[in-house]
């Protein structure tokens, strides 16, 4: 048995003993008196009675070694700044970010919302959140009014940290705007709102006596120093929204002691990342990947992080190896989408910059195919690691695992189960394993490990029900993604089992985009399917059927409606949402007991087959679909 393979089963067969050793990788202010308390399946609780904060782990616990060392590095190609933070400076703006929420009477358990854009007052807000014990609730600032007032209702914030504005190629985006048309919308707005105002948005208004101003309150708090809230481990450190089969987002809650020791653990045993090291993240830190790997785990474990504001073709498709060789980073994190679009633009930069401190690429998130698998190991002659998670789990499910072994690389696959997770492929009729090849629900046998989450926001009900049912016969958590397992136990993914898409990364569902485009006032119906992008992986595509025909019986009119149709994603969901086509038929096909054929609409969209037919309603329908897709 190979050294991975040994130290994947040890942490099944002897979990507690396993998880025990790991939990001495953070600081506790009191130890757990029980590993893991799974006497509530499928609740698990990590770290018993074990007290902890994660604003302790990730400044407080390395000032005396490396109070000098940078710990943060905000790089904004978008407006020219770039500034860096020792753990000591660090550990000051959140005192004081920390000192403003107490001022306001913001303490644990009490939630905050940040929409923010890449700056790093987003990073003070968190870990100010995390100091005090109260729980953040980031929505990525790409989500649109109705959105983030949707997340405002289901998270009741007791307050707001905003900014007047980000900017994205150039362009300015207004936050704040936004932020006010949410608060409009909301049945539970929080009654206050601070702004990190940066003078990017001329028109910025302040709403007296709701906005308040964070430079004004920063300088209030300068010298203010906050004690950490200590939680037991269970307690929740964040809430972070994400999609499902519904148009209701659910709220991923996680916990602190079993987060904090699943980020330090993945950073020594997956990561690779060392004391001192520089390790640069490309998402956001609305996502789950921003949360993990560019605020909390890089911290926990002592390294610099880089906090990246700006596209990585500009100023020019260097920008992110400059950012390597400048600052001498280890571990880099990305995107399949992100590498796709590298791949298409000149080969010179990558052999512009020094690249010889940066010993891996992790990169995840959506399917990485084999060609830009390739392609990137051998531009970069350097291990570029494939590996599958979710908003879920908080880190890695499947990866290969170097910090225990150096298991080779097959190209096209996030490799082996990672420590901690008992992960079956499961068939679907009857939950028993698949065999080697066969395609299977890729399923997690319960506990889950530390880290990842504890319940759904407020509905312990929808926790159990969304994933814990898919196999009647057994309670098992379903991730709702195909895969298989090959010969040599490497692991592929295959595609998701639901209606979620994977849009660059970003993860939606069809039906909350269907919700936005069913916000215009004439539209009766309609279908939204992911079909495949050659470089963002999947695009939504939207059929719908209208109220009043005439508002298409030109095509004038027609191309005006779907412009219009557009606009109310934008306006409803975001931009991300917006369907890279609007085809108006009058029928969408549907069973007989009228659900929506989605999976057959896309596969006419990708060319195939639309499978079995046998419950469609009326066969006209799909007839329209291959019309509209060849009028284009
Ligand atoms: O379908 C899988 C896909 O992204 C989903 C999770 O997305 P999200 O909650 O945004 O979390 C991303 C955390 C990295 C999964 O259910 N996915 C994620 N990574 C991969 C992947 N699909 C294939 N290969 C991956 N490496």
């Known amino acids: 048995m190979g050294a991975y393979q040994a130290f994947h089963q040890r942490s099944l067969s002897e979990r507690d003993a396993f998880w025990d050793e790991q939990a001495a990788l953070i600081d506790w202010h009191k130890p757990h008196t029980q590993v893991c308390d799974f006497s509530h399946p499928p609740f698990a609780r990590w770290f018993v009675e074990g007290e902890t904060n994660l604003c302790h782990n990730a400044i407080d616990r390395h000032l005396s070694a490396r109070g000098d060392q940078k710990a943060l590095i905000y790089i904004s190609t978008e407006t020219g700044i770039e500034k860096s933070y020792t753990y000591r400076e660090l550990y000051k703006e959140v005192n004081r970010a920390a000192g403003m929420l107490h001022t306001l009477g913001v303490g644990k358990g009490d939630r905050v919302l940040i929409y923010m854009p890449m700056i790093a007052e987003a990073v003070f807000a968190m870990l100010a959140c995390a100091r005090v014990g109260a729980i953040h609730s980031v929505v990525f600032g790409g989500f649109a009014a109705a959105s983030l007032a949707t997340r405002i209702d289901d998270a009741k914030p007791a307050l707001m940290i905003t900014a ?181 633009q000149d ?172 916000s215009h006032a004439n539209i009766a119906e309609v279908a939204v399917v992911g079909v495949a992008d050659q470089i963002k992986g999947q695009m939504p595509l939207a059929f719908a059927v209208v109220k009043d025909g005439g508002k298409i019986a030109t095509p004038e009119l027609k191309a005006a409606q779907e412009k219009e149709v557009m606009a109310a994603v934008d306006k409803q969901l975001g931009a991300i949402g917006r369907p890279s086509r609007v085809h108006f038929v009058t029928l969408l096909p549907k069973t007989r007991s009228g659900k929506l054929l989605r999976r057959s609409i896309q596969a006419l969209a990708e060319g195939r087959d639309p499978g079995d037919l046998t419950t469609i309603e009326d066969p006209a329908a799909l007839d329209q679909i291959r019309v509209a897709l060849q009028q284009g």
């Open 347 to 518: 080969p010179v930069y990558l052999s512009k910059y020094d690249l010889s401190t940066l010993r891996h690429v992790f990169l995840a998130g959506e399917p990485l195919d084999e060609p830009t698998h390739r392609w990137l190991t051998d531009a970069l002659q350097k291990p570029v690691i494939d590996h599958y998670w979710q908003t879920e789990t908080g880190w890695p499910i499947l990866s290969a695992v170097h910090g225990v072994e150096k298991t080779p690389i097959k190209m096209g696959t996030p490799s082996f189960p990672v420590y901690g997770y008992n992960l079956q492929i499961l068939r679907e009729s009857d939950a028993t394993e698949a065999a080697v090849d066969e395609k299977g629900v890729v399923a997690i046998v319960p506990p889950l490990p530390p880290g990842c989450m504890s319940t759904v926001w407020g509905d312990d009900e929808r926790f159990v029900n969304t994933y814990f049912t898919s196999f009647r016969s057994r309670q098992i958590y379903a991730t709702f993604d195909w895969g298989i397992r090959d010969k040599d136990g490497y692991h592929f993914i295959l595609g998701r089992t639901d209606d979620v898409i994977n849009v660059a990364g970003h993860r939606l569902g069809t039906r909350e985009i269907e919700e936005a485009v069913q």
């Open 164 to 344: 007047d504005a980000g900017m994205r190629g150039g362009r300015a985006i207004p936050y704040k705007p936004l932020v006010d048309e949410a608060l409009r919308l909301a049945q539970h707005p929080p009654r206050q709102v601070i702004v990190v105002n940066r003078g990017i948005d001329k028109d910025y208004k302040p709403v007296v006596g709701r906005d308040l101003d964070y430079a004004t309150l920063r300088k209030a708090h300068a010298e203010v120093n906050t004690p950490v809230t200590w939680l037991e481990s269970s307690e929740p450190s964040y809430i972070l929204y994400t999609s499902g089969t519904t148009g209701r987002p659910k709220g991923v809650q996680r916990d602190t002691g079993g987060y904090a020791v699943a980020l330090a653990a993945s950073m020594k045993h997956i990561y690779c990342g060392n004391p001192g090291e520089t390790m640069f993240t490309t998402s956001d830190i609305g996502w789950v990947v921003g949360h993990s790997y560019i605020v909390y785990a890089p911290l926990i474990a002592g390294m610099t992080t880089i906090l990246y504001e700006g596209l990585p073709i500009r100023p020019d498709a260097g920008i992110w190896w400059k950012i390597v060789e400048q600052y001498k980073v280890s571990v880099m994190f990305s995107s399949p989408t992100a590498a796709r679009v590298l791949k298409k």
